[in-house]
């Protein structure tokens, strides 16, 4: 007889919906270029800027929030990864938190640096 296999649903369906999402800007941020809208950028790392941006319907803020959810949406499915293992896979999901350790070092190496 062979192990149940672990749920991964919900890994699926955070990594379909920001993958979702993003497109989603990124479709709003290229409409809104073709459009002609300003095309005045700020500074990414600028919460308030990006969503000032996006409020203001400019590509860039829209194509930054695009941006935000194609990068944040590995780490989220990571999370829900570990979430829906822990009881089944205990080891997998520690990994998975391990692999999610590794890119927030890499991530603050990288704003660190420059």
Excluded: H, Q
Aim: with cysteine; net charge positive; glycine share 12%.
């Amino acid at each position: 007889m062979t192990a149940p296999r672990p749920p991964v649903s919900g890994t699926a369906r955070a990594l379909t919906l920001g993958t979702l999402v993003s497109a989603v800007c990124f479709g709003v941020g290229l409409l809104l270029a073709v459009l002609g809208a300003d095309g005045v950028v700020g500074n990414p790392l600028r919460a308030d800027e990006v969503l000032a941006s996006a409020a203001a319907l400019r590509p860039w803020g829209w194509s930054m929030l695009g941006v935000l959810a194609i990068l944040a949406t590995p780490p989220i499915g990571l999370v829900v990864s570990a979430l829906e293992l822990r009881r089944l896979e205990p080891r997998t999901a520690l990994l998975a938190m391990a692999v999610l350790g590794v890119l927030g070092i890499a991530a603050a190496v990288a704003l660190v640096a420059g």
